[in-house]
């Protein structure tokens, strides 16, 4: 067994900004349990975080999601037991071992393991986020999908076209583009095209009902030109730096747009909202119709080479990191 350790910034900046330092857990209070943790999952606002575009108050630990064994609980925990295996979204993850509070956690399914559990957590419930509480995706859509084979596009692009949705996918290469459409994506255009004009061409000039827009301040202005009157622009994330600020009359003058910036936490702060949204997930699991796909591993205290990798848009599918 090795120390234990956590992945500690004292201020922001690169990748290198995030150091390996000896911690012990915090022994768990009322209503937490303590992980070991096998398996935690790198998500870009990570990167948000370590590069100050989010603030957060110093010294931090970044990571929201792992999974791993429970070791200990504290008072009033009825759900969980020692040796159960959990996966969970929480604060500070990146780190050797974890103590947080039991509502965060789901026990993972039989036959799901923990590397697979934190490749489809947190970004297979912001797919599910986009495609049932956002905006209700129904069979006949038209959806632009952008960065359709990162972390959540694995997931958003096959969940949406088994939901009847025609994906119309932009990515940076023809070899994501092939991933894309084994994904489901029934048409793929390269972020270097004039992406507004392809998604008129492609629908017979109507536009798209809805672009699922993660890549943020480089793709806003085709979002909004690919769109039908009344369609959706979903700004759900920064990957090329946050949207300019935008005048109303920019939706106006396409026709009644309707514009949101939804964040994963603000649909799931209740109980319930929690275990509908895991219900779901687990269930599009079971029946096929999502898949873990992880497309590289870091061990965790070389985690500033998954930063790099995942900012240098390098990254397929989910990227674990091994603690
Ligand atoms: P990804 O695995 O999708 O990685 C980012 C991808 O964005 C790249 O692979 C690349 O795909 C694309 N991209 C386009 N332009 C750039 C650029 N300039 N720099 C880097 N990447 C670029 O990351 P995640 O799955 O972790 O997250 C996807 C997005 O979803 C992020 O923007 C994240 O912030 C957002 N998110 C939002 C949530 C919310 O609640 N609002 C919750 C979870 C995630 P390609 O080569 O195909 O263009």
């Known amino acids: 067994m090795g120390e234990a350790y956590v992945m500690e910034m004292t201020e922001t900046g690169g990748p290198d900004v995030l150091v390996r330092t000896p911690r012990d857990p915090r022994a768990p209070g009322p209503g937490d349990i303590l992980v070991k943790q096998t398996a935690i999952g790198l998500n870009y606002i990570d990167t948000y975080h370590r590069a100050g575009l989010y603030p957060v108050s110093l010294p931090f630990i970044p990571g929201a999601e792992g999974a791993g064994i429970v070791e200990a609980i504290g008072d009033d925990v009825d759900d969980f037991a020692v040796g159960d295996r959990v996966c969970y979204m929480g604060n500070g993850t990146y780190a050797s071992d974890y103590t947080g509070p039991a509502t965060g956690a789901f026990?993972?399914?039989q036959g799901l393991g923990e590397e697979e559990a934190v490749a489809v957590l947190l970004k297979g419930l912001t797919a599910w986020?986009?495609?049932f509480e956002v905006r209700r995706a129904a069979p006949g859509d038209t959806a632009l999908i952008w960065a359709p084979v990162g972390g959540v596009g694995s997931v958003l692009v096959p969940w949406a076209s088994a939901l009847g949705v025609e994906v119309i996918a932009v990515t940076s290469s023809a070899d994501k583009a092939e991933r894309a459409k084994a994904l489901g994506a029934q048409h793929?255009?390269?972020s270097s095209d004039d992406v507004?004009?392809?998604?008129?061409?492609?629908?017979g000039g109507a536009g798209v009902d809805v672009s699922y827009d993660s890549v943020g301040k480089s793709s806003a202005r085709a979002s909004l030109d690919s769109l039908k009157p009344r369609g959706w622009w979903v700004?759900?994330?920064?990957?090329?730096?946050p949207v300019e600020p935008l005048a109303p009359t920019e939706l106006v003058i396409r026709g009644s747009l309707n514009m949101t910036r939804p964040s994963l936490f603000s649909f799931l702060d209740t109980d319930a909202a929690?275990?509908?949204?895991?219900?779901?997930l687990f269930g599009a699991l079971r029946s096929g119709t999502i898949k873990p796909y992880i497309g590289q591993r870091f061990v965790l205290d070389q985690v500033g080479d998954a930063h790099r990798a995942i900012e240098g848009g390098k990254t397929i599918g989910s990227t674990v990191l091994i603690p």
């Open 274 to 280: 929690r275990r509908a949204a895991a219900s779901a």
């Open 235 to 241: 700004t759900y994330g920064n990957a090329s730096g």
């Open 129 to 131: 986020m986009l495609l």
């Open 196 to 203: 507004a004009a392809q998604v008129r061409a492609l629908t």
């Open 107 to 109: 026990k993972l399914p």
């Open 188 to 190: 793929v255009i390269l």
